[in-house]
């Protein structure tokens, strides 16, 4: 019970050390907005080049780093500024009556809802091509739907530029956002919920002279500097395995490991065969309890993924031989566990380990490492279940 409030507890810090920065450039856009609206023509001139800048700066990152959710999202985003500046210029004040608006505040929350849920995955995909797709097709009904959906009930019921009907339906996307962020709070779904609502808001305050400038600025900057802090993120750390990266080790054994050290790559045993059994996603999951069964150890073990199917564990102080002994004592360890998922599935697995030891010849813990890669790619060949050690 202590171990869960303190996990609890340490959970918490985390998320408001990560909220801080979103939070931060919310706020100040509801202070900019509030104190100084109307602006003058030329500031406003600013705010408006200063979110096509940064949207457009946005959206290139995340097409060169592969990112497809906050892609769609800062996408979307201008599409929607460029389309309701259109119509604030062809209708005027009246613009809020017009069914592409409404149509708009109608249709963008379930899409930001869709975004916000989508996996986090690569944007070069058919998928992407798909969303696109999608996207588009919106648009043309859009235009086409014609005065559709101000037939609908309670369309006069306004709060601010927007029936309030469909202000619910952003409050209530925003309510699953938020309670999903309360179970995963990365810098990316924190800055999506802070930079939705900033986009909320700017449909809110559409019919002022300065409310779209303002809070789609503070939407393009959440959502740039979320995307920016969760790539430098998870270059070091792996969220999803729980476990710190290539990277992190790399500069842990500059500064942080003993002068002597062994190294071990471990891997699951026919990996892809329980990939097709269980599932990637259960696969992701036994990972997670591997690496936990082996922090258990009072030893204490650092442990880090090498790639996408290999981890690193490093053993402080030992050459390869005491290295062995205690890789065989976490091997048994696995190989007697039983590992029991959410469903109530409960699987037996093994692990091979090779280890690899730093010497004067191999100093470098990325040549240790790379060495021990190789070794446990040799052994796999023909056994599995073992500790092999790479002769030095």
Not at 224 to 234: P, Q, Y
Not at 252 to 273: E, L, P, Q, T, V
Not at 295 to 320: A, G, L, S, T
Request: hydrophobic share 50%.
């Amino acid at each position: 019970m202590r171990l869960a409030w303190s996990q609890n507890f340490k959970q918490t810090i985390i998320t408001i050390k990560r909220s801080f920065l979103p939070a931060t450039l919310l706020a100040a856009a509801l202070v900019l907005f509030f104190a100084q609206n109307p602006f003058e023509f030329d500031f406003s001139n600013i705010l408006h080049y200063c979110f096509l800048a940064i949207n457009l700066a946005g959206l290139l990152f995340l097409a060169l780093t592969n990112q497809n959710k906050p892609f769609f999202s800062l996408g979307m985003g201008l599409i929607c500024y460029l389309l309701l500046n259109w119509l604030k210029s062809k209708a005027g004040d009246n613009f809020i009556t017009d069914s592409r608006f409404l149509w708009l505040c109608f249709l963008m929350p379930l899409n930001f809802g869709l975004f916000y849920f989508l996996p986090t995955g690569k944007l070069r995909t058919m998928q992407s091509v798909y969303i696109l797709a999608a996207i588009l097709v919106e648009l043309a009904f859009i235009d086409r739907a014609g005065n559709l959906i101000a037939e609908f009930p309670y369309i006069e019921i306004c709060w601010q530029s927007m029936p309030l009907w469909l202000a619910l339906l952003w409050f209530i996307v925003l309510a699953c956002q938020l309670l999903a962020v309360c179970f995963r709070a990365t810098h990316l779904n924190l800055g999506l919920f802070y930079g939705y609502c900033s986009l909320f808001l700017g449909f809110i305050y559409a019919d002022t002279p300065s409310g779209l400038s303002v809070f789609f600025l503070g939407f393009a900057l959440i959502l740039t500097t979320a995307s920016l802090l969760d790539f430098h993120h998870r270059y070091y750390y792996d969220d999803l395995e729980n476990v710190e990266s290539y990277a992190t080790f790399l500069a842990h054994c500059a500064n942080r490991f003993a002068f002597k050290y062994s190294i071990g790559i471990f891997s699951i045993d026919n990996r892809d065969k329980w990939r097709a059994e269980i599932g990637a996603g259960k696969l992701q999951t036994l990972e997670q309890m591997i690496v936990q069964k082996i922090r258990e150890f009072p030893e204490e073990y650092d442990v880090y993924r090498y790639n996408h199917e290999e981890y690193i564990i490093v053993f402080n102080n030992q050459n390869n031989k005491q290295a062995r002994d205690n890789a065989e004592n976490i091997r048994r360890t696995i190989a007697a566990a039983e590992f029991v998922f959410t469903s109530g599935k409960s699987i037996k697995i093994t692990v091979s380990v090779a280890i690899a030891e730093k010497t004067r010849k191999y100093m470098e813990g990325a040549i240790v490492a790379e060495r021990a890669h190789e070794g446990l790619q040799k052994s796999h060949k023909f056994n599995s279940n073992i500790v092999t050690i790479v002769p030095n």
